[in-house]
C-alpha cells in the first residue's frame, strides 16, 4: 500500500524558472515531512522539512507548502538551475513511542535546462 | 555522507548464497535504518535500529535480518539471496539533533545472480 503519492514523474524547466513536485499522504498520524536530493551514484541528501503545525516554510530557493486538511504537500524550487538537476523524493515519518517509520513517494526527476 | 559508511560499496553474489552488508557510523547516533531502493519505488525501509540489539521491522522485512551490537554498526544479512534482492541498499543514521531528521549513507549496489 502506498502511502505517499508522488507527482509527476519526470519534471524538464528551463533555468530561471519554477519547478514544483506535489505529494500527497494517506495517513493523518504522520509528524513529520522531508524532501530529499538524489544525484545520481550518490545518496539521498535531506533539503528540507516540516512539521504538520506549519503551512510553509522557506530555505533560500526551495519552499515546501503543507495542506494539512488536503493531505497534501508540495515543493517549489524558485529560480531552478541545471545544478537541481536531480531526483526528489518526498517523504512522511511515523513516530510513535521508539518506532521510526519513513515512508517515500516514487520520486521526481527534474531536468533544468540551461 | 554525515559520518556514515558501508560496506561493501558494490557485491555480485549468486542465488542462494549468504550476504552481510555493513554501516558504520562515527557520530553516537540512536537510530539506524537500512533500505532498499528499487526504480518506481523510491526508497524502503527493511529494518531498523533504536539502540544497541533493540531492532524493528520495516515495510519490506521479509528475507533480511539484522543485528546492532555495538551503537556504531549496523549489519544487514540477506540468508539466502534472491535475484529480488538486487538492488541499492542505503544505510541511514538520526537522533543526534532530534530524531526525525535521517542522513543517507553513500549505498551498496548488490546484484543478486
Known amino acids: 500500500q502506498q502511502q505517499v503519492k508522488q507527482s509527476p514523474q519526470s519534471l524538464i524547466v528551463q533555468k530561471g524558472g519554477i519547478s514544483i513536485i506535489n505529494c500527497a499522504y494517506e495517513?493523518?498520524?504522520?509528524?513529520?515531512f522531508p524532501w530529499y536530493q538524489q544525484f545520481p551514484g550518490k545518496g539521498p541528501a535531506l533539503l528540507i522539512a516540516i512539521r504538520p503545525d506549519v503551512s510553509e516554510k522557506k530555505e533560500g530557493r526551495f519552499t515546501i507548502s503543507f495542506n494539512k486538511s488536503a493531505k497534501q504537500f508540495s515543493l517549489h524550487i524558485m529560480d531552478s538551475q541545471p545544478g537541481d538537476s536531480a531526483t526528489y523524493f518526498c517523504a512522511a515519518l511515523l513516530s510513535s513511542g521508539s518506532a521510526r517509520q519513513l515512508t517515500f513517494g516514487s520520486g521526481t526527476q527534474l531536468t533544468v535546462l540551461p | 555522507d554525515a559520518g556514515i559508511t558501508q560496506s561493501p560499496r558494490h557485491k555480485v553474489t549468486e542465488t542462494g548464497t549468504p550476504v552481510t552488508l555493513r554501516c558504520h557510523q562515527t557520530?553516537?547516533?540512536?537510530?539506524m535504518y537500512w533500505y532498499r531502493q528499487d526504480p518506481g519505488h523510491g526508497l524502503r525501509l527493511i529494518h531498523y535500529s533504536y539502540g544497541v540489539k533493540d531492532t524493528d521491522k520495516g515495510e519490506v522485512s521479509d528475507g533480511y535480518s539484522v543485528s546492532r551490537s555495538k551503537t556504531e554498526d549496523f549489519l544487514l544479512t540477506l540468508e539466502s539471496a534472491t535475484s529480488s534482492q538486487t538492488s541499492v541498499y542505503f544505510c541511514a543514521i538520526s537522533g543526534l539533533a532530534g530524531d526525525s531528521e535521517q542522513f543517507f549513507g553513500p549505498g551498496t549496489r548488490l546484484t543478486v545472480l
Open positions: 557520530e553516537n547516533h540512536r537510530y
Open positions: 495517513n493523518t498520524a504522520f509528524d513529520y
